[in-house]
């Protein structure tokens, strides 16, 4: 409303008008960020599991970073293996998990670069590959990243990354992360391939 409904006549003071509504909005979802990984670690957690298709999921979340990636000059590049099966996933979390892991990467990436998202089935489980080509991380650094609160970046309160971390143990699958200095960091999420999908490929 602000900035349809009380933008200044005058053209010279519309452009830090509108600056100034930008900011704000992007601050109030900061900050709703923060208090809704607050509340995430503060409730009893649980996870409601579902079938659904992973394939599906990343497409989703590609298509709602595409605007904020193209902005900051960052390239998604999007591969989904043919025959990706179904899994038992809480939908919500998982997709919660993935953004956390895909706005650490567009993050580390501030002059730009590409964030490959590479999906495959390999017998028992779905691996999902997030690769950046931002700046890494020091390897004194690495053994601290699924702590609480820590974090390098001046904004943010490090909450990210161990909370996929604990919504990908929750679904009993495993995230594990590899980076270099200069070169970027890849975050690799394996998730169990439900016994039920199994049979059924067995079948087919």
């Known amino acids: 409303r602000l900035r349809r409904e009380f933008l200044p006549q005058e053209e010279s003071k519309r ?15 900061r900050v709703n960020e923060i208090i809704e990984q607050f509340l995430t670690l503060s409730r009893p957690f649980d996870i409601k599991l579902r079938e659904g298709s992973p394939g599906d999921l990343l497409k989703h979340l590609v298509t709602l970073f595409q605007e904020e990636a193209n902005s900051q000059g960052i390239t ?15 939908d919500e979390k998982l997709t919660q998990a993935f953004m956390n892991i895909m706005k650490n990467g567009m993050q580390a990436m501030e002059n730009g670069g590409t964030l490959r998202i590479e999906a ?43 909370i996929a971390h604990r919504i990908i143990e929750a679904h009993e699958g495993e995230l594990k992360v590899e980076s270099k200095v200069g070169v970027g960091t890849k975050v690799t999420v394996l998730l169990p391939i439900s016994r039920r999908q199994e049979s059924e490929d067995r079948r087919q």
């Open 76 to 90: 998604l590049r999007l591969e989904v293996g043919s025959n990706l099966p179904s899994l038992r996933m809480d």
């Open 120 to 162: 495959h089935s390999f017998k028992d489980r779905v691996e999902v590959v997030f690769s950046d080509s931002g700046s890494g991380i020091p390897a004194d650094q690495m053994e601290k990243i699924f702590n609480y609160y820590y974090t390098t970046k001046e904004k943010g309160v490090g909450l990210g990354l161990p």
């Open 15 to 29: 452009e830090e008008y509108l600056s100034f509504a930008d900011l704000i909005l992007k601050e109030v979802r």
